[in-house]
């Protein structure tokens, strides 16, 4: 990233960090009981893409979830082919950033104006678009990856313990948010 860019973005993250709520009081939901989901991704390739589409198939067939809401940033001038709108996965690109490399329109408002029981940040850096959408987002639980930077944003964070692959990210987060609340069956020994 050049130094210019640099400059943005640390001036977007400091509109950010005044801006944000920090009065929210966040509600602890098991995912296998959530009505509404939300998603955040960065969508570098198409793998990244078909490794978020294959965890959202596998919660509408475990967990029986029917809405769940994607949204992926592209970080490039144009989305590729693979990227434009589908039932339910929604993305953005640069152009759809301000200067201060916040994202605006009409697909990051409605994701962000949307209340999910849950949003998921599937992201493994830190990037500021998806960071925005995290943060003004109106979702009771928001989770993801643990960071410095994330503590102000997110209500749960998950070390990925050495876990740079998506794959490996996104199993953490399965595997602790089907633990919050969940009911213990009394045993009969």
């Avoid at 939901?29 to 960065?42: D, E, P, T």
């Avoid at 067939?61 to 809405?67: F, Q």
């Avoid at 849950?118 to 500021?128: A, I, Q, R």
Wanted: charged letters at 30%; aromatic letters at 10%; proline letters at 4%.
């Amino acid at each position: 990233m050049k130094l210019f860019d640099r400059i943005k973005e640390w001036l977007g993250l400091r509109r950010l960090l005044k801006e944000t709520m920090p009065d929210r009081r966040p509600v602890p939901k098991n995912l296998a009981r959530c009505v509404k989901v939300g998603i955040v991704y960065l969508a570098t390739d198409e793998k990244a893409h078909l490794d978020v589409r294959n965890y959202v198939k596998k919660l509408k067939e475990d967990l029986g979830l029917v809405k769940i809401q994607c949204i992926g940033y592209f970080d490039g001038k144009e989305l590729p082919f693979h990227l434009h709108a589908k039932l339910n996965f929604d993305a953005f690109c640069q152009k759809d950033l301000n200067w201060y490399r916040i994202p605006s329109g009409n697909v990051v408002d409605n994701f962000i104006a949307e209340e999910h029981d849950v949003l998921l940040d599937l992201t493994l850096d830190d990037h500021l678009p998806l960071r925005y959408i995290v943060a003004k987002s109106r979702a009771r639980f928001k989770v993801g990856r643990f960071s410095e930077g994330n503590k102000r944003f997110l209500d749960m964070m998950i070390d990925t313990a050495g876990a740079r692959s998506l794959p490996q990210f996104i199993a953490n987060i399965d595997r602790y948010m089907l633990m919050i609340n969940a009911r213990v069956e009394p045993s009969l020994n």
